[in-house]
């Protein structure tokens, strides 16, 4: 664990204080919004760079209201990018590790000082609850601090075996031009994650962030100009993932990519950044972290109380659109009945609202296209699957999806396999713990998994026999923390050290070993 570390604090909004201060930052943003002050374009070589491709940035909660005006890089862009970064961001892979180190606590400064400013942002751009966003932030700040305690350790040049007349010296350098691209459903704490991580080890880096939330990410990279990270070394890209994110991927001056995103994306990426072109020095390295299709058991002897609320926020915390998200339980024996209906009576107290209203649990889905994907993925289930719940009244004017409970669900049918993104949870009944270890484990996933159970045996069983990256027993299966819970999964949920964990800088650095004779043969007094 590294010393210097602690996570920063969540804003307690059981506090009136607290509140009110949120609520004065949302205001603030709606002024901003009102007078058009809202907008985000590609920076190359620390300039904004004003393009003739103008998106609108939409709040998912009222869809008619426009946060600004985003444009996008065009693939010309992307090559004067990648010219700049591959000649000139040399300059960061020499400066030394004290001083991005420096800088990269700065950006964690600047965040912490920005704080209710950029999660109230979050709650309009991509639809997060207060407590949500506010952790998407504190996610950011941890990040930086972690990583740059990180760096400290990973710079000492580390001796390896001495024997007399040999020097053998194990060290890193910077792996080369790096380009993250990041998804919307944690705007600013994976953006910031990965690039903050590649920066750190020196890397020139480019930041591609999601198409939905170019809006958080632009204030992201201006924190990190301010902080002082040279415009050499860093670029933003905002812009249509198929195409200037392929052509990232694509590009053989990039030697890393780092990608957070879909299966289906992160896959294409794998097989693109693995074919070399004839003009490549290069062998690139591709970070992919995938989705999950998690799930808890719920254990026959397993306290209801905690299940119940761990599984209704697991599933339905930031409308079930998190890769940890709970997509399917099991429950063991007599209580699959209990748990159903007590899950029943707690969804039906959920309130479904917008995101920028306090009381809000459930927010909008991130855009209308999701809002329909996942409406059809419930109307084919309604057919196929037994509904166990579903709210009759929603909102209007923004995104909004029903959070939708089915049971008694056949392990052949989609939604017990494919990954939803969505307010959507299928239940099914196991006889056994061994029935339900073995059902949770059939997936092509291993994100994350949980266990609610006061069974020592079976806990320890957990432990090694769930398939997932992240196990969370007797509690909710989201939300980790920097440090506390790294995070990343296995099989198709992505390859890669965990984000927050030890081994996560070492992705972005090449291993070297020196080895010097120093039996000098002659004397030449005269060189240095
Ligand atoms: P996505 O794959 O659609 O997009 C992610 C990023 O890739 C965006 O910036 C997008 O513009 C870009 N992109 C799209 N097509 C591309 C292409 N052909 N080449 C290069 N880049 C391309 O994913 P999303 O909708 O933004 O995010 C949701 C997904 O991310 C879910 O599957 C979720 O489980 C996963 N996710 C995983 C983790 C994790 O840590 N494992 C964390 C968050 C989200």
Redesign the pocket.
Known sequence: MSPQFKNEPALDFSVEANRRKFALALESVQKHLEGGRYCAMPIISGAEIATTRSVKSIDPSEVDCILGQVQFASPDHVDQTLHVLSTEGRRWQLTPWQDRIAIIRKAASLISQRRLELAALIVREVGKPWREADADVTEAIDFCNYYSAEAELAAHPRELMQIPGENNIYFYKPRGLAAV??????PLA?ACGMTVASLICGNPTIL?????SSLVAFKFAHILLESGVPPYAFAFLP????E???Q??SDPRVSLIC????????L??LK?SSQVLPNQSLIKRAIV????KNCIIVDEDADLDEAIKGVLYSAFGYSG????ACSRVVAVGAIYKPFLERLREAASDIIIGKAKDPATFVGPV?DSE?QQRINAVIERADHECVLHYKTDSLPTGGCFVAPTIYRDVSLSSSIWKE?I?GPVLACRHAASFDEALSVANDSQYA?TGGLYSRSPGNIRRAYSELEAGNIYINRGCTGALVCRQP???YKL??VGSK?GGPDYLLQFMEPVVVTENTMRRGFAPDQV
């Open positions: 691209i990041a998804p919307w459903n944690f994976i591609k962030p999601a198409e939905q812009g249509y993932g198929e200037i994110g392929a990232l991927v990608f957070t995103g879909s299966k289906a994306v992160g294409e990426i693109t972290e995938l989705g999950g659109q998190k890769c940890s991130i999701a990954e993104f994100l995070f990343g999964g949920s992505g984000a």
